[in-house]
Nanobody
Framework: QVRLVESGGGSVQAGGSLRLSCAAS????????LGWFRQAPGKEREGVAA???????RYLDTVKGRFTISQDSAKDTLYLQMDSLKPEDSAMYYC???????????????????WGQGTLVTVSS
């Protein structure tokens, strides 16, 4: 069982920044993948960014250059640095974990088994 707890959400104006954190109990495994997903009201959940135990990252095209996923295994924490935020980034953000993700599926929600409870991000124009 993997436990995930997100934090860091909040309200910010367009152009601002937020850093999300996810305390994750998976870092002691030799192989894993971690992802950030978001879901806005009335929309499907979409993968925003993912990172593997070897540091390989993937990003949704619309956040490339603005969001950065990182991990600190010493702190058992996954991060999502979000800069140049836009109103369309507003959503509930979730972190997710899996022991192994297939190369082309790291941003697909059904690839992941464990999920956090989510943290809300609101970006005003």
């Amino acid at each position: 069982q993997v436990r995930l707890v997100e934090s860091g959400g909040g309200s910010v104006q367009a152009g601002g920044s937020l850093r999300l954190s996810c305390a994750a109990s998976i870092f002691h495994y030799s192989s894993y993948c971690l992802g950030w997903f978001r879901q806005a009201p009335g929309k499907e959940r979409e993968g925003v960014a993912a990172i593997d135990s070897d540091g390989t990252t993937r990003y949704l095209d619309t956040v490339k250059g603005r969001f950065t996923i990182s991990q600190d295994s010493a702190k058992d924490t996954l991060y999502l640095q979000m800069d140049s935020l836009k109103p369309e980034d507003s959503a509930m953000y979730y972190c997710a974990a899996q022991y192994y993700c297939r190369d082309d599926y790291r941003l697909q929600s059904n690839e992941y088994t464990w999920w956090g409870q989510g943290t809300l991000v609101t970006v005003s124009s």
